[in-house]
């Protein structure tokens, strides 16, 4: 049974802190290949993480589990340093061509992602030799509707993104936007149900070998959120404000008010959701962050209180 202790040593994890997601660098006899890169901000730590452990090696590939900014926002720079392929879901190809902030979800969420391309599609079902391991990509709608799992059945380990944490799993997007979700997450969990995982890697937080006690935390928030959708559009506004808040650390109280105003997603949950004015919603995010001490106040100024 794999653990944290006795991975395969062709896989190594660098668990980062919001807001980028873990980096999973692969290293095989024949190439070195890095599952997501964070988000552009760390993106010098990151190239700094994978150039250590490389110790001169090139990196070859780049594999993205989805294209949301915290996953894909170090391709460009990497790609820049080491002129590596780059592959994506193939549902996000035509969008990537075009660079369609919008239909890509940087605009929507006002987050950033500097224009990268891509060389490889990947599709469920296909197979990626990878740290002289083979993985099988496998549809993980729900948190994203093209999101992908990466798994290697020879040693029951889970790259698993955002469809499953140890406490829980992404906002779940698609149902702010009035598409099914709720039932994408389900199908999703059912399937990692199904693969006797012994290890999962996920998208943010430490790598985790309790598979079913986590499963069964998710199945209850997905039910919670399923039951009450409302809670979902507020967990997500929050969310939103927050990721903006640690990249920026201080934010004017009256921006916040602009920002509910004007970023698409947030206009979307609160015109769909919470029928709330951007004023209104601002003050409830400003109370609700320093609540529960993400943020404090500092005069007229929201700040965060992470790093």
């Known amino acids: 049974m794999p653990s944290l202790t006795s991975l395969p040593h062709t896989i190594r994890i660098f668990e980062r802190g919001w807001l980028s997601s873990n980096n999973i660098l692969l290293t095989g006899r024949d190439e070195a290949c890095l599952v997501d890169t964070g988000y552009v901000t760390h993106a010098d730590q990151t190239l700094s993480l994978v150039r250590h452990a490389l110790g001169g090696r090139p990196l070859d590939r780049i594999v993205n589990t989805h ?121 999703t969990l059912d399937l990692i149900g199904t693969l006797d995982a012994r290890l999962v890697i996920p998208g943010h937080g430490a790598p985790f070998i309790d598979v079913a006690d986590a499963l069964q935390r998710a199945h209850g928030r997905l039910e919670m959120l399923a039951a009450d959708p409302v809670r979902n559009a507020q967990n997500a506004a929050k969310v939103l404000l927050k990721f903006l808040l ?35 919603l601002a003050a409830w995010l400003v109370r609700g962050l320093v609540g529960v001490r993400a943020a404090r106040l500092e005069g007229d100024m929201l700040v965060d209180t992470d790093g």
């Open 246 to 280: 640690l990249e920026r650390r201080r934010i004017p109280v009256t921006e916040v008010a602009t920002l509910c105003a004007t970023v698409p997603l947030l206009v979307r949950v609160r015109e769909r959701f919470l029928h709330m004015t951007g004023a209104g």
């Open 67 to 187: 294209l949301h900014s915290d996953h894909c926002g170090g391709n460009a720079a990497l790609h820049a340093a080491y002129a590596c392929r780059i592959a994506i879901p193939a549902a996000e190809c035509a969008k990537v061509a075009a660079w369609d902030e919008d239909a890509l979800s940087f605009n929507a969420t006002a987050q950033q992602c500097p224009r990268f391309t891509f060389d490889e599609a990947l599709v469920p079902g296909q197979s990626l030799r990878m740290g002289d391991l083979d993985w099988l990509m496998l549809a993980a709608p729900g948190h994203d509707p093209h999101a992908l799992l990466l798994w290697c059945a020879q040693e029951g380990v889970l790259i698993s993104g955002d469809a499953l944490w140890q406490n829980g799993f992404g906002v779940v997007f698609p149902e702010l936007a009035g598409e099914p979700g709720f039932d994408d997450v389900r199908a």
